[in-house]
Nanobody, 126 residues
Framework: QVQLVESGGGLVQAGGSLRLSCAAS????????MGWFRQAPGKEREFVAA????????WYRDSVKGRFTISRDNAKNTGYLQMNSLKPEDTAVYYC???????????????????WGQGTQVTVSS
């Protein structure tokens, strides 16, 4: 089992940057692939980015490519989402999630991830 705690959210103006962190405890973080998802008010939760356990593979939703970077430091049991050039449409609660394997699903599907953090709010003002 792994427990996840996100941090780093906040209020930022459009064009600004934030770095989200996902601190893991319990089973070694290096055992898990990691994903970031977000949920805006009134909308379904959606995939943002994912990274394999060793960092060799990364995936992004099209709308954040070139602006967001997912990374991890297994020695620190922490994953990150660097968000640059933020837009008001990036406003959402951001969640990190982990999976040892994707249980037959894909990196972009919520159902592939059994472990989730509580979320951190990101608000981008125009």
């Amino acid at each position: 089992q792994v427990q996840l705690v996100e941090s780093g959210g906040g209020l930022v103006q459009a064009g600004g940057s934030l770095r989200l962190s996902c601190a893991a405890s319990g089973r070694p973080f290096s055992s898990y692939n990691m994903g970031w998802f977000r949920q805006a008010p009134g909308k379904e939760r959606e995939f943002v980015a994912a990274i394999t356990w060793g960092g060799a593979g990364t995936w992004y939703r099209d709308s954040v490519k070139g602006r967001f970077t997912i990374s991890r430091d297994n020695a620190k049991n922490t994953g990150y989402l660097q968000m640059n050039s933020l837009k008001p449409e990036d406003t959402a609660v951001y969640y990190c999630a982990c999976a040892v394997d994707y249980r037959g699903g894909t990196v972009r599907e919520e159902v592939s991830y059994p472990y989730w953090g509580q979320g951190t709010q990101v608000t981008v003002s125009s």
